[in-house]
């Protein structure tokens, strides 16, 4: 019910941008995340974004990262810009809804050279 996409290999400096949709019974959606997991380090939260428009960032990618969602669509984007090394990981979109928890089933994001 939540479908990630978009995520790749980059070469450092690049840009990649994911996309999120959200189906079936999750709709009325205030809050909308990304997470993101690398190896060996515990999930952490990237950037989330209001049904209003307000958002929120992460400190290691404010700049450089930009959350964004298109309500008629139920959908949710990360345009990540000038991607370093460390932002290596499985990227995962969240909703909190109605008292639970929705994951999306993470997307890879590898930045080398």
């Known amino acids: 019910q939540l479908q990630a996409s978009g995520g790749g290999l980059v070469q450092p400096g690049g840009s990649l941008r994911l996309s999120c949709v959200a189906s079936g019974s999750i709709f009325g959606i205030n809050i909308m995340a990304w997470h993101r997991q690398a190896p060996g380090k515990q999930r952490e939260l990237v950037a989330a974004?209001?049904?209003?428009?307000?958002?929120n960032y992460a400190d290691s990618v404010k700049g450089r990262f930009t959350i964004s969602r298109d309500n008629a669509k139920n959908t949710m984007y990360l345009q990540m810009n000038s991607l370093k090394p460390e932002d290596t990981a499985v990227y995962y979109c969240y909703v909190p809804l109605r008292g639970l928890n929705y994951w999306g089933q993470g997307t890879q994001v590898t930045v080398s050279s």
């Open positions: 974004i209001t049904s209003g428009g307000n958002t």
